[in-house]
């Protein structure tokens, strides 16, 4: 597996929105990038984590099991930020 913490905060932000418009204005950035990543992101698995019907975008019960695990990983993730930071004397 070699996703990225960058393509993770994504994802958690297209299943915040529900649309990969507006995921890519929150993140302030392009359709096409926010597009990209999650594609990379969704090669790693072979199950889909979301299943567009329409033009409406959806995750699957598989994606929302990844973004549960997902906002777990991130929260660790700034807790190791902070720990850092706090010893390095920035807190």
């Known amino acids: ?24 204005e929150a993140l302030y950035l392009t359709q096409p990038a926010v597009s990209i990543q999650l594609k990379k992101l969704q090669d790693e698995f072979e199950i889909p984590l979301t299943e567009v019907i329409g033009r409406k975008l959806y995750v699957t ?12 990983i991130l929260d660790k993730v700034e807790r190791l930020e902070a720990s850092v930071d706090q010893y390095k004397g920035i807190l």
């Open 1 to 24: 597996m070699n996703y990225t913490l960058h393509q993770l905060r994504i994802f958690t932000k297209v299943c915040e929105y529900g649309s990969i418009t507006k995921a890519s």
């Open 61 to 72: 019960s598989f994606g929302k099991q990844i973004l549960e695990l997902t906002l777990d």
